[in-house]
């Protein structure tokens, strides 16, 4: 579990670094909020390496990325493309939050299992 983890941490660290790429390339609105998202991810990941989280906080973020996923796929004008195109950012940010969706969860299903065989 902690490779996967580790994998993670490396990964939402790149995802934020490329976010600042995403801000120059096609001038993302409130980059502010995309970086914050894969960089709390990141650091819900490291903090993982070392230490179990609450569920609660691995779903909750789940449920969250989930539901603005949704929101943001109302965005996508489909006609115009889905991935990299400037004008039309909701498909790459759908696609962000699914990884952070299925990437919480998972870390929620595979970890409540180790903190029940503690108690």
């Known amino acids: 579990m902690k490779l996967f983890c580790i994998i993670g941490t490396l990964l939402f ?5 490329w976010q600042l790429n ?10 502010q909020g995309w970086l914050f998202t894969y960089a709390l ?5 490291f903090i993982s390496i070392f230490k179990k989280l609450s569920t609660w906080i691995y779903s909750g973020g789940a449920i969250l990325a989930l539901a603005h ?3 943001r796929l109302l965005a996508i004008q489909m006609e115009r493309g889905i991935f990299f195109v ?4 909701a498909g790459n940010e759908t696609g962000g939050l699914l990884i952070v969706a299925v990437w919480l969860g998972a870390l929620a299903f595979k970890l409540k299992p180790m903190r029940a065989a503690n108690l």
């Open 13 to 17: 660290s790149l995802f934020s670094y």
């Open 86 to 89: 400037p004008d039309n950012p």
């Open 41 to 45: 991810t990141a650091l819900a990941c």
């Open 22 to 31: 995403d801000l120059d390339q096609y001038g993302t609105n409130l980059w």
């Open 69 to 71: 996923a949704c929101l």
